[in-house]
Each structure stands twice: as structure tokens, then as C-alpha cells.
């Protein structure tokens, strides 16, 4: 009988290990997604500014074209 449970203990430590390592490994992995999904997040925004920007330029461009236009005719 003991040396049923001293087999079982071992079999459940050894299981116990191996699900740690497990999720150790997961716990990487989610760390390095935030870590991805953190830099695309800012890679957006700076894009989303731009995108801004260079639309509100455009349409200052083109408010002094038409502008110019006007005072021509």
C-alpha cells in the first residue's frame, strides 16, 4: 500500500511539475502578445495622427486655392 501512494505522489509531482512549466510557457507568450499588441496599439495611433494631419493640410490646401479662386473671378 505505501509503495502505491509513494508511486502515486510521484506521478502527481512529476504532473505538477510539468503543468508549471506549462504555464510558465503561457505566461511568456501572453507577455510577449501584450508586449506585440502595446507597440501595434502606438503604431496606430501615430498613423491615425498623421492620417489626421495630413487631411486637415489638405483641406487648408485646398480652402486657399479656392479662396485664390474666388478673389480671381
Request: aromatic letters at 2%; hydrophobic letters at 40%; zero cysteines.
Amino acid at each position: 500500500m505505501k509503495e502505491q501512494l509513494e508511486k502515486r505522489l510521484a506521478e502527481l509531482k512529476a504532473e505538477f511539475a510539468s503543468g508549471q512549466k506549462v504555464m510558465a510557457d503561457l505566461e511568456a507568450k501572453q507577455a510577449n502578445l501584450r508586449d506585440t499588441l502595446l507597440r501595434i496599439s502606438g503604431a496606430i495611433q501615430i498613423l491615425e495622427e498623421e492620417i489626421s494631419k495630413a487631411s486637415k493640410e489638405e483641406d487648408n490646401s485646398q480652402q486657399a486655392k479656392d479662396s485664390l479662386n474666388f478673389h480671381n473671378i
